[in-house]
């Protein structure tokens, strides 16, 4: 379905409406949106995190942990 994502100039506007930290995706686990509060709490400029890898704002310390983190094409299932 071509709505299953949210388009670029819809995912920002609806992200900066909310009050916790937030980001939006693409099924491949590229950050597309994030807002305010997310880039405060992962102490990024809020222009650098979208096209990212969504492991770019886990810590490398986390990273070894066991829990599965998904990684650039990478997805659960």
């Known amino acids: ?3 299953d994502f949210p388009n670029q100039s819809t995912s920002q506007l609806l992200i900066q409406l909310v009050g916790e930290a937030a980001k ?3 099924p ?3 950050i597309t949106a994030c807002n305010a509060a997310a880039s405060a709490l ?3 400029n809020q ?3 979208p096209g990212q890898s969504i492991s ?3 810590p490398t310390s986390l990273k070894t942990n ?3 983190v998904p990684d650039e094409g990478e997805g659960f299932g």
């Open 1 to 3: 379905m071509e709505n």
């Open 47 to 49: 222009q650098d995190i």
């Open 24 to 26: 939006f995706t693409d």
């Open 28 to 30: 491949g686990f590229a």
């Open 56 to 58: 770019f704002l886990v």
């Open 42 to 44: 992962f102490v990024y």
């Open 66 to 68: 066991s829990l599965p």
